[in-house]
């Protein structure tokens, strides 16, 4: 069986567990934090999550996980077999992480646990989540999924990318990234009333004190 090593609050962790979720797949969730000590970089080389376990050993980074879950298990397709058409979904997953997750990642220690980020770090974020949306908006189709007619792994890392970015824009920023966008809005908040969605959500939630515990006993 499919072992997948992490933990709920991670949205990496999430877009995981959602495609297993979605594809139908039997999978046991082991938990496992990020960190440097030898049993951590023992599964993952850089200590991140999330990872899966096969029967050969351990896959690490969420793009190359996914793309290794379509291409060996069962299930509804998440990337299109078509060449061209993959290339754009997996273009589209890129441009979401390094150019809308990435900025929003640099001001979390503020806007989600309280511990102040510099001013030009804030600046950068903003102006970078500005161009990063904007990129989105030219590329996604949101037609309605944001690559097409069909649910895929690019929506995966939109729903759990843009919730922070979101997040990280209206508390530090005053923001609201997806105003001009309305279609990608309401997709975003349909996609995360999918019955799967909704369980890896009541995952996450149930999970939160825990962990924001163990972030408090790290300050």
Avoid: W
Avoid at 138 to 152: L, M, Q
Wanted: proline share 6%; charged share 20%.
């Amino acid at each position: 069986m499919l072992k997948l090593y992490g933990f709920s609050v991670s949205n990496y962790y999430n877009m995981v567990k959602l495609a297993l979720l979605e594809k139908g797949l039997a999978f046991e969730e082991v938990p496992f934090f990020a960190g440097q000590t030898p049993a951590a970089l023992a599964i993952s080389p850089r200590g991140k999550v999330p990872v899966l376990g096969v029967k050969q050993g351990f896959i690490n980074e969420t793009s190359v996980i996914l793309e290794y879950i379509e291409q060996t298990q069962e299930g509804p397709a998440l990337l299109p077999a078509e060449p061209f058409q993959r290339a754009q979904v997996l273009t589209l997953c890129r441009e979401i992480e390094l150019y809308i997750e990435l900025p929003a990642r640099a001001c979390f220690a503020e806007a989600y646990f309280g511990m102040p980020v510099p001013e030009a770090i804030k600046d950068k974020a903003r102006a970078e989540l500005l161009l990063g949306v904007g990129t989105l908006g030219r590329h996604g189709k949101f037609a309605p999924y944001v690559a097409g007619e069909s649910f895929t792994i690019a929506d995966l890392y939109f729903m759990y990318s843009l919730n922070l970015a979101c997040g990280v824009a209206e508390k530090l920023f005053g923001l609201d990234l997806l105003a001009e966008l309305p279609t990608a809005k309401a997709l975003l908040e349909r996609l995360h009333a999918m019955p799967n969605a909704l369980k890896v959500a009541a995952d996450r939630e149930a999970a939160m004190p825990a962990f924001m515990a163990m972030v408090a006993a790290k300050k």
